[in-house]
């Protein structure tokens, strides 16, 4: 029996620690759900080229041409030909993070007596489910919108003004 509860808690555990974006939204000034329509800097967006290298950071421009990418943490940009990009997913608000509800509702299933081999299971099928669908909230990829559509979630959605070096940008 005290080997069960151990085995039990310890694979509720994993099942917590399961990866989370929680430094994109840290590292990264990726506002809160509720605040995004007042967000001054663009998105994150992770740039996944051609050669198999990544880009990632701040959504800085894009044009027809390249994509302008302001990188962390030497807050330098880089430049990427619109021609070298296999995939991308941008981060355009932060989203809310269920990953507690898994071992709570876990735990509670072990009130439901000889009910709980029933409730365990669709407690965590559920939970995972919510935590794992929140976690994709707010993103992007190229399967949602095309290159051009991303202009929107850029710091400069017209381009980089005229006068503005890119080592300027902070």
């Not at 663009?42 to 990188?71: C, M, P, W």
């Not at 709570?104 to 407690?123: D, E, M, Q, R, W």
């Not at 919108?145 to 005229?162: D, E, H, T, Y």
Request: proline residues 4%; positive net charge.
């Amino acid at each position: 029996m005290k080997n069960s509860i151990i085995t039990y808690f310890t694979a509720l555990l994993m099942l917590y620690s399961c990866s989370s974006t929680g430094y994109l939204q840290n590292k990264y000034k990726i506002p809160d759900y509720d605040k995004m329509d007042e967000a001054v800097f663009g998105s994150f967006i992770r740039i996944h080229l051609l050669t198999g290298y990544n880009v990632e950071g701040e959504l800085i421009a894009i044009d027809n041409k390249q994509i302008i990418v302001l990188q962390e943490p030497a807050r330098r940009c880089v430049q990427v030909s619109v021609s070298d990009v296999r995939k991308f997913t941008l981060h355009y608000a932060r989203h809310k993070n269920y990953g507690w509800t898994i071992p709570v509702f876990a735990a509670a299933s072990l009130f439901h007596g000889a009910f709980a081999l029933i409730s365990l299971p669709v407690n965590l099928i559920t939970t995972i489910s919510v935590t794992v669908s929140a976690q994709k909230a707010f993103t992007y990829s190229e399967k949602d919108m095309s290159l051009n559509k991303l202009k929107m979630f850029a710091r400069f959605p017209q381009g980089v003004p005229s006068g503005v070096e890119l080592s300027q940008i902070k």
